[in-house]
């Protein structure tokens, strides 16, 4: 989980390199576009997979939903600090907690409602509204983390009928489909540089997801979760040492106060032995 970590603050780190040169959508594209190289191993497993229409209907949901989450990640990179990023992310299993009960017909006991309320508290020391101007990527990442919230819900509805190589997979090629008419409205031609750095966050998000499936299979989920703290700290380094970001207290506690209600949410629900809704928080990265 730490490597896990790691790799998805490269991942941030990389996109926060391409600064604006690249539009968001067409930069997004490129990463899952190239990043189809990974699914060359099992092309003969998707080619065998009969799908209902149902499933067709919920892939095709699934992408267009998070075809625009991942376009608002890559605006809000070229916006605000990676810290910022990081720790808005970590909104997204509580998104996922409240969906749950919408869609699911989950019950939430009142120590998961403090825990989501907590988290919602969290979110609002780092955004400090009224006390400093919110910028259009703080917007960005909060849709961001409702929409991956909805992704990943839909998801879970697929893997308990598909093996999670064809859930991932049709996620690469659905997206891949979705983003291309958003990046040609404005295309702009990248350099090699461009390319290789996109091509290096494709690399870094399947390595975070292969060793984050490594962990989960070594230890409990109550075990990993509090670990993903660290692509904070990760975070705040790089940010600092890389981009001349100075760290922000309020970020580091209003992440802190997140990571640690959806701590306690995962906690619930393995002593309560439930099947688990809410999601570690690397499964919801771009």
Same mark, same amino acid.
């Given at each position: 989980?730490?490597?896990?970590?790691?790799?998805?603050?490269?991942?941030?780190?990389?996109?926060?390199?391409?600064?604006?040169?690249?539009?968001?959508?067409?930069?997004?594209?490129?990463?899952?576009?190239?990043?189809?190289?990974?699914?060359?191993?099992?092309?003969?497993?998707?080619?065998?997979? @009969?799908? *209902?229409?149902?499933?067709?209907?919920?892939?095709?949901?699934?992408? +267009?939903?998070?075809?625009?989450?991942?376009?608002?990640?890559?605006?809000?990179?070229?916006?605000?600090?990676?810290?910022?990023?990081?720790?808005?992310?970590?909104?997204?299993?509580?998104?996922?907690?409240?969906?749950?009960?919408?869609?699911?017909?989950?019950?939430?006991?009142?120590?998961?409602?403090?825990?989501?309320?907590?988290?919602?508290?969290?979110?609002?020391?780092?955004?400090?509204?009224?006390? @400093?101007?919110? /910028?259009? $990527?703080?917007?960005?990442?909060?849709?961001?983390?409702?929409?991956?919230?909805?992704?990943?819900?839909?998801?879970?509805?697929?893997?308990?009928?598909?093996?999670? *190589?064809?859930?991932?997979?049709?996620?690469?090629?659905?997206?891949?489909?979705?983003?291309? =008419?958003?990046?040609?409205?404005?295309?702009?031609?990248?350099?090699?540089?461009?390319? $290789?750095?996109?091509?290096?966050?494709?690399?870094?998000?399947?390595?975070?997801?292969?060793?984050?499936?490594?962990?989960?299979?070594?230890?409990?989920?109550?075990?990993?979760?509090?670990?993903?703290?660290?692509?904070?700290?990760?975070?705040?380094?790089?940010?600092?040492?890389?981009?001349?970001?100075?760290? /922000? =207290?309020?970020?580091? +506690?209003? $992440?802190?106060?997140?990571?640690?209600?959806?701590?306690?949410?995962?906690?619930?629900?393995?002593?309560?032995?439930?099947?688990?809704?809410?999601?570690?928080?690397?499964? *919801?990265?771009?």
């Amino acid at each position: 989980m730490v490597v896990t970590g790691l790799c998805f603050v490269m991942v941030t780190a990389l996109v926060k390199l391409l600064g604006g040169r690249i539009p968001a959508a067409e930069s997004a594209f490129l990463r899952y576009l190239l990043g189809l190289v990974f699914l060359l191993p099992v092309w003969r497993q998707l080619a065998a997979t @009969r799908l *209902t229409r149902r499933q067709w209907r919920l892939f095709g949901m699934r992408g +267009a939903v998070h075809t625009v989450g991942v376009m608002l990640w890559f605006y809000a990179m070229t916006r605000i600090p990676i810290a910022e990023v990081t720790a808005m992310n970590y909104l997204t299993p509580v998104y996922v907690t409240i969906l749950a009960v919408l869609v699911l017909n989950e019950r939430l006991a009142l120590r998961r409602i403090l825990a989501v309320v907590a988290a919602l508290a969290g979110a609002v020391l780092i955004l400090r509204p009224g006390f @400093r101007e919110l /910028d259009p $990527g703080h917007l960005a990442m909060l849709g961001t983390a409702a929409l991956f919230s909805g992704s990943y819900l839909t998801a879970k509805i697929l893997s308990d009928e598909l093996s999670a *190589t064809v859930v991932v997979a049709m996620l690469s090629v659905t997206v891949t489909i979705g983003l291309a =008419p958003f990046a040609a409205l404005h295309w702009v031609t990248p350099t090699l540089y461009d390319l $290789g750095v996109l091509f290096g966050v494709a690399c870094f998000a399947t390595a975070g997801h292969f060793t984050m499936t490594l962990a989960f299979a070594a230890a409990p989920v109550t075990v990993t979760q509090p670990v993903t703290f660290l692509q904070l700290v990760w975070s705040v380094i790089i940010g600092a040492v890389f981009f001349a970001e100075p760290a /922000d =207290p309020w970020v580091i +506690a209003g $992440g802190s106060v997140i990571i640690l209600a959806v701590s306690f949410i995962t906690w619930r629900e393995a002593q309560l032995k439930r099947k688990h809704i809410t999601p570690p928080t690397p499964a *919801t990265k771009v």
